[in-house]
């Protein structure tokens, strides 16, 4: 199936580690803000054997703003997998390190913000 001309575009512009672990799954534009949803590519977990966990739905969204395309906030919305181990009925999940400490900025914007400010702006809550 061929690929919506954003979803390729969204791609090219995400951070590596998420393009290897995550899958861009909609793109949403509008004249003041960039949308990509991303979920967690069901990749199993690393120290587990194949067999060992059954998927078991997703948590709920995250949302990490990067740096703004062309006069939009852009936004991405992060949907990671859980797990259940089959033995223990143990929930399981990958740990990721995506946005800076104590923020909802991804790390690189966050860093530019700092370097460019000497400080990272509170822009209040997202919706």
């Known amino acids: 199936m061929e690929k ?3 979803i ?3 791609e090219c512009l995400l951070p590596e580690e998420m393009v290897e672990y995550f899958e861009v799954v909609k793109v949403e534009k509008t004249a003041e803000t960039l ?3 991303l979920e967690e590519r069901d990749n199993g977990v690393d120290g587990y054997e194949a ?3 059954r998927p078991n739905g997703f948590y709920d969204e995250s949302v990490v703003r990067d740096y703004p395309v062309r006069g939009r906030k852009m936004s991405f919305h992060v949907r990671r997998r859980r797990w259940v181990e ?3 009925g143990k929930s399981v999940s990958r740990q990721w390190d995506l946005v800076a400490e104590g923020t ?3 790390k690189e914007f966050a860093a530019f913000l700092k370097g460019l400010l000497g400080q990272i702006p509170d822009y209040g809550p997202l919706s």
């Open 86 to 88: 089959i033995e223990t």
């Open 8 to 10: 390729e575009l969204a």
């Open 51 to 53: 067999g060992q966990l």
């Open 104 to 106: 909802r900025f991804s």
């Open 4 to 6: 919506s001309p954003y």
């Open 35 to 37: 949308d990509v949803t």
